[in-house]
């Protein structure tokens, strides 16, 4: 494991906030400050420029909005690890965050240990939101209450019902292939189908598509129902 501290580069308009997250960041051994934005434009600069592993992004910044950074970011492609790090987030601003590429969102009223630990854990390869990691998400997004459109609408079969509930599960596709007997290649196969059907291009995405939609509900209900 390296032992390099890891880089982060802060983006928020208010000075002295930014100044007091730095300074408590470079507090931490591990952890190396490398460039402040002002707002999200200077954060797609900066971020390009000194490819940091981790972008702490305020939501609202003028001239560029976080959520719009984080859209140039996932053009982009840009490796970078952002974690929203904001006074407040609408659900579905955290949902269409994490479509765009975010790995976690952080409240700025959270104690300084929270930041560390959501730090540490994208770091680790996962996701953060709020005070735990990604499976209190499906609790949060399902609380929204938009209407949820049929399946039906998006032409799903009833087995990519069961695809899409054994995905939003966490099963893998080794695990959806046993479950249904059927070859890893068929599920690679449904999954393909899927994510064009429901304009989705990664297991998250899809994830995130089937419970803020109430998919979810239905595909347990088409599983149940059998092959």
């Known amino acids: 494991m390296s032992n390099l501290p890891i880089r982060i580069l802060i983006a928020d308009d208010h000075p002295i906030f930014r100044d007091g997250l730095r300074r408590l960041l470079e507090s931490e051994p591990d952890l190396c400050v490398?460039?402040?934005?002002?707002?999200?434009?200077e954060a797609v600069a900066l971020a390009q420029e000194l490819k940091p592993d981790i972008l702490l992004l305020d939501l609202a910044m003028p001239r560029m909005p976080g959520l719009e950074?984080?859209?140039?970011?996932n053009v982009a492609n840009s490796p970078v690890r952002t974690i929203l790090l904001t006074a407040s987030a609408e659900r579905s601003q955290i949902?269409?965050?994490l479509q765009l590429g975010a790995r976690g969102v952080v409240l700025k009223e959270s104690a300084t240990q929270l930041l560390l630990k959501s730090i540490a854990a994208v770091m680790a390869g996962s996701y953060w939101v709020g005070r735990?990691?990604?499976p209190d998400l499906q609790q949060l997004i399902l609380d929204k209450v938009a209407p949820e459109p049929p399946g039906s609408r998006y032409g799903l079969t009833r087995r990519e019902m069961q695809m899409v509930a054994a995905i939003v599960e966490g099963s893998s596709n080794r695990e959806i292939a046993h479950k249904f007997n059927v070859r890893e290649d068929t599920v690679k196969h449904h999954l393909t189908s899927i994510f064009g059907k429901l304009g989705v291009s990664t297991r998250l995405e899809l994830a995130l598509f089937a419970i803020e939609h109430r998919l979810v509900a239905k595909a347990r209900t088409a599983r149940t129902a059998g092959a």
Do not use: H, I, N
């Not at 490398?34 to 434009?41: L, S, T, W």
């Open 69 to 73: 950074a984080l859209r140039e970011l």
């Open 95 to 97: 949902a269409e965050a």
């Open 34 to 41: 490398v460039g402040e934005a002002a707002d999200g434009a």
């Open 132 to 134: 735990d990691s990604v």
